[in-house]
Each structure stands twice: as C-alpha cells, then as structure tokens.
Nanobody
Framework: QVHLVESGGGLVQPGGSLRLSCAAS????????MGWHRQAPGKQRELVAF???????NYADSVKGRFTVSRDNAKNTVLLQMNNLKPEDTAVYYC????????????WGQGTQVTVSS
C-alpha cells in the first residue's frame, strides 16, 4: 500500500508564506517523482511543481521564483515552500507520486486547503 498525507495548509494573507509537507509511506519504487498539484474551484487540477529522486525539479510558470519543492529520500517526505502567496494561489493542494517506469502520477494524498485572502 502507498499512502500520502499532506499537511501545512491554512489561511494566509497575500504576501505571506506557508510550507506544505507530504509524508509518504510504501515502496520507494513508487516515489521516483513526487509532485504537488492544486485545484481551485471551477478549475482543472494543475501541476505546480515536481521533484525527481535525482533532485531534478520543475515548476509551473505561475509559481516560479516563489515556490520551492524539496525532498528527503531517507525520510520519504516532500516539502513545498510557498512564499509571496497571491490570492490566485488559493486551492486544494495535493501530493502525488509517480512510480519509476510510469508517465502519470498514480498515487494521491487527501489534499490540504490553502487560502490566500486579506
């Protein structure tokens, strides 16, 4: 079994910061790529950032320079540091994993709400 559990969401004012955490359990083969997605009301789920086991990262244009994704492979944890938050960042954020040899994220956490409002 693979389990992903997000935490760290909450309410923050524009310009503020939050750090999301994802605790992963299961086979390490399931965690070749760890990613963060978000879904706002009325919008499709979008990829925010991902990090591969090698440390390679990529970010959506909308969050470049503001968000940083990192991982601790020994602890099976993934972090998303979010700085200079904007109201348009408001969404439910999901942790996902892509096993080695797959092209899609197949495991998901339950999501954590991030609300950016004054």
């Amino acid at each position: 079994q693979v389990h992903l559990v997000e935490s760290g969401g909450g309410l923050v004012q524009p310009g503020g910061s939050l750090r999301l955490s994802c605790a992963a359990s299961g086979s390490t083969f399931s965690f070749y790529v760890m990613g963060w997605h978000r879904q706002a009301p009325g919008k499709q789920r979008e990829l925010v950032a991902f990090i591969a086991e090698t440390g390679f990262t990529n970010y959506a244009d909308s969050v470049k320079g503001r968000f940083t994704v990192s991982r601790d492979n020994a602890k099976n944890t993934v972090l998303l540091q979010m700085n200079n938050l904007k109201p348009e960042d408001t969404a439910v954020y999901y942790c996902g994993s892509r096993p080695l040899g797959t092209s899609e994220f197949v495991y998901w956490g339950q999501g954590t709400q991030v609300t950016v409002s004054s």
